[in-house]
């Protein structure tokens, strides 16, 4: 049998505890899977002293996750610090530089830097594997990057962020109210050391910016897209969308346009009856439309120590199985300095059908007036619905979904029914996908 494969592993939060637990585990059978023994031979994290209900063993202690990236005692430098920058930058570039394997679940860091460590990557003949960056246990990146070979990509979209789909899954069925459900996901682990990341949006911006990269050849521009998180929606949209037969999920969406790459992130109304709207609470589903596939979901869960060591230790894996003088496929499908530039498509061109929630003073003229707006942008209407606002006697709600337009157009429809003065609050637009 060959030689062990001699990982270090920088990082021991719920993941990296989860890599350790499982890779002693499961020893035996990843060792009848690739053929030789994987050995977590050495660790680094800050606090060595913290208890967390793993056993060590005789691995060897790095106070400085740099100096076990360099180390000649590992072959697979494991990062699982987190950040964008800083020591895990440093020790991801030094690990490459020194020739090893690198498996990270750093999407921001990759998001960032992604082209440029894959670059060395590459000039160096190692891998850097990412599977557990995007999606969590879902096989997104090796599906799109092998399994997905001479399919053409023309759009890929996904529910990529647990703590926001918990969220609008636990507001949408128990009518309970955003913050309690953010504090939930807090108390179960899934959120962000800083929920912003989540509830705004960045956390699937940066893990869409991979999938677009993957998707259309393009360098990673995680700078380059739209972002709207969940913290403005509230059970009037959850409740409007059910009745109209929609259900609210926080989308990233990457598209091929005539005028560049469409990126984006926002909340979006999905049609009950497509598959994604059936993915509820933590778990995460990318689609992949191709040419020769239509639409294939993934599904599964996407946040958890489990769920991203399941990734992380595929990774590995793959590691200990490639044989040395093996030529390793290009980290983002296509030679690093062969990544088309990124062309960002303005999001006033997004095409697309629009929910506009509008709350109006009860007067006279309100509704025509509105209907005027829309018709001098020349948006048509699918549906226009009032309702009366049992809190507040002297308003009313209308709810308006238009055909295919231009996000332009809404824009100005909406601006100019606010400059009429009718609307007692600010107006709530969400876009709608279509979906299989
Ligand atoms: N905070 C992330 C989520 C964890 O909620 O999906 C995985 O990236």
């Known amino acids: 049998m060959a030689e062990a494969l001699r990982v270090g592993i920088a990082g021991l939060g719920t993941v990296g505890a989860s890599v350790v637990r499982m890779l002693q585990n499961k020893a035996s059978e990843l ?59 440093e020790s991801v570039r030094a690990a490459l530089e020194a020739g090893r394997h690198v498996v990270t679940a750093n999407k921001a860091l990759l998001s960032k830097h992604g082209v440029a460590l894959a670059a060395i990557a590459e000039k160096k003949g190692v ?22 070979a001479g399919n053409h990509v023309s759009r890929v979209f996904g529910i990529m962020n647990g703590t926001c789909n918990y969220i609008l899954t636990r507001m949408e069925a128990e009518g309970l109210s955003f913050e309690d459900c953010l504090k939930d996901a807090q108390r179960l682990g899934y959120a962000e050391a800083d929920p912003t990341f989540d ?28 972002m709207e998180g969940i913290s403005n929606i509230t059970q009037a949209d959850i409740r409007a969308a059910a009745e109209l037969g929609y259900r609210i999920k926080l989308l ?23 598959v ?34 399941s990734a992380v230790i595929g990774d590995i894996a793959d590691i200990a199985k490639s044989r040395p003088g093996f ?12 990544l088309a530039p990124y062309k960002r498509a303005r999001m006033r061109a997004h095409a697309g059908g629009y ?16 209907a005027r707006r829309m018709a001098d942008n020349d948006i048509s209407l699918e549906s226009i619905v009032q309702h009366g606002d049992a809190s507040e006697e ?32 600010k107006p709530q637009v969400i876009r709608i996908e279509r979906a299989a």
């Open 31 to 89: 060792t009848r899977q690739c053929g030789r023994q994987i050995a977590p031979v050495a660790v680094s994290a800050r606090d060595r002293t913290r208890d967390r209900g793993i056993d060590l063993g005789n691995a060897q202690w790095f106070d400085d996750p740099v100096a076990l990236a360099r180390s000649s005692e590992v072959e697979v430098f494991v990062e699982l610090i987190g950040g964008e920058d800083g020591i895990a930058l």
């Open 127 to 148: 891998l850097l594997n990412y599977e557990a960056a995007v999606a969590g246990g879902i096989p997104v990146i090796k599906t799109m990057r092998e399994a997905l």
């Open 355 to 370: 929910f506009i929630r509008l709350t109006v003073h009860d007067r006279t003229g309100v509704f025509a007036a509105i």
């Open 327 to 338: 030529q390793h496929g290009p980290v983002f499908g296509r030679p690093a300095k062969e």
């Open 276 to 309: 994604i709207a059936q993915v509820h609470g933590v778990t995460n589903a990318v689609a992949i439309e191709t040419d020769m596939l239509g639409e294939l979901l993934l599904s599964g869960p996407g946040a958890g120590g489990d769920a991203t060591a």
């Open 394 to 425: 002297a308003h009313k709600t209308v709810i308006l979904v238009t055909h295919e337009t231009m996000e332009a157009s809404v824009r100005k429809a909406v601006e100019g029914i606010t400059k009429d003065g009718h609307l007692t609050t």
């Open 199 to 226: 509830i705004e949006g960045h956390d699937t911006a940066h893990k869409l910016s991979i999938l677009t990269s993957l998707a259309f050849g393009c360098r990673i521009s995680a700078d380059d897209i739209y």
């Open 252 to 274: 990233g969406v990457a598209q091929k346009t005539d005028s560049g790459i469409e990126q984006r992130v926002h909340p979006t109304m999905v049609p009950v009856s497509s």
